[in-house]
């Protein structure tokens, strides 16, 4: 079994548990090799309500460092004002299957500095 076999039982068991509705969405969290995404989605309408990336043309023209710690804590403030936007406070994290630390973290506390609770 490889890593991402692993991760990806990880991520079936961690969704089990973890579902979005419109009060409090679902904020999930993908990393690649080379970048990093993130979506808040309503699981009850099938929609996502807003995304964020460091793949976008505006991040890469602002930031030379695409999947580091400091990319993902600019893509956390990016998130957290589009999601204050849409008048959201609440969200659930959804890890992606992928171990809180690192990466992960400081897009997650970056999201939380911007206001937006787990």
Known sequence: MSREDSRILRHNRIRKKVKGNSLRPRLSVYKSLKYIYAQVIDDEKGITITSASTNE????KAYSNFKNK???????????????EKNIDEVVMDRGG???????K????????GGIKF
């Open 98 to 104: 992928f171990k809180y630390h690192g990466v992960v």
């Open 70 to 84: 400091e990319a993902a804590k600019n893509l956390g403030e990016i998130l957290s004002k589009r999601i204050k």
């Open 106 to 113: 400081e897009f997650a506390d970056a999201v939380r500095n």
């Open 57 to 60: 043309p505006d991040f890469r």
